[in-house]
């Protein structure tokens, strides 16, 4: 079974400071990690995957997140948070022993950064 | 644009009534995914099609549902005798096919919200 984890509903952070956002994964094989964002009333936009190599992985919009195996954990972050940068963040993982092409989602972040 | 689009982007409809909803993926996208969001959720697999092959179907896709990709390219999602509990964001997705299946980023369109009374 695959299954992603993020313990926070919603992340305040003022315009300028670093924000996370934070990702927690379960799988049994090794794992294809994924964050996408959402707009209000609009589809998931892709930000950035790890699936091997360097565990941190750079994406769109200046956001990074960083792979840590022993911690099973894949946190989104941003050096410098932007106003435009509230959404709804979505986590996702897939499991590569698993044949299928699924995504398995968390239950998504709001994240809302204040002027 | 050269995004997945889906329509219509809103459905509403009443009990019982059927439904049909439709995704045209990236162009030589062979992959086609279905996706259903609820409130305060994140989207959940209902299934996959490669080319017009449907390889995967969740648990979730209820004898109620069918979706189709007849000619591989676009696809259509079908609820008959729909229910209230239906209610939710249908989202496609698509992705190419690579030389490292496993590793395809799917890419997601708008979605098509659908109210049931």
Redesign the interface.
């Known amino acids: 079974a695959q299954s992603v984890a993020q313990p926070e509903d919603q992340v305040n952070v003022a315009e300028g400071n670093p924000l996370t956002v934070k990702c927690t994964y379960s799988v049994s094989g090794n794992p294809?990690l994924?964050w996408?964002v959402q707009y209000p009333?609009?589809?998931?936009?892709?930000l950035l995957?790890y699936?091997t190599g360097d565990n941190l992985v750079k994406g769109s919009y200046g956001f990074e997140a960083e792979f840590n195996k022993s911690q099973t954990s894949f946190h989104l972050k941003k050096p410098s948070a932007l106003v435009s940068d509230s959404a709804l963040y979505?986590c996702?993982v897939?499991d590569?022993s698993n044949s299928?092409?699924?995504?398995?989602?968390?239950?998504?972040t709001s994240l809302l950064v204040t002027p | 644009d050269t995004g997945v689009s889906q329509n219509p982007r809103h459905k509403i409809t009443k009990r019982g009534q059927n439904v049909t909803f439709r995704c045209d993926p990236i162009s030589e996208h062979n992959r086609l995914y279905w996706y259903r969001q609820t409130l305060g959720q994140g989207p959940e697999f209902l299934t996959y099609f490669q080319n017009e092959a449907q390889l995967e179907k969740s648990r979730l896709l209820s004898d109620r549902f069918s979706a189709e990709r007849p000619k591989g390219s676009f696809s259509t999602l079908e609820i008959q005798r729909t229910e209230q509990g239906d209610s939710a964001m249908y989202l496609c997705a698509s992705s190419p096919r690579l030389a490292v299946s496993s590793t395809d980023t799917q890419y997601f369109g708008p979605g098509t919200r659908l109210t049931v009374l």
């Open positions: 294809y994924f996408y009333n609009r589809g998931l936009q892709f995957k699936i979505f996702a897939r590569n299928g092409y699924a995504l398995n989602f968390g239950k998504g």
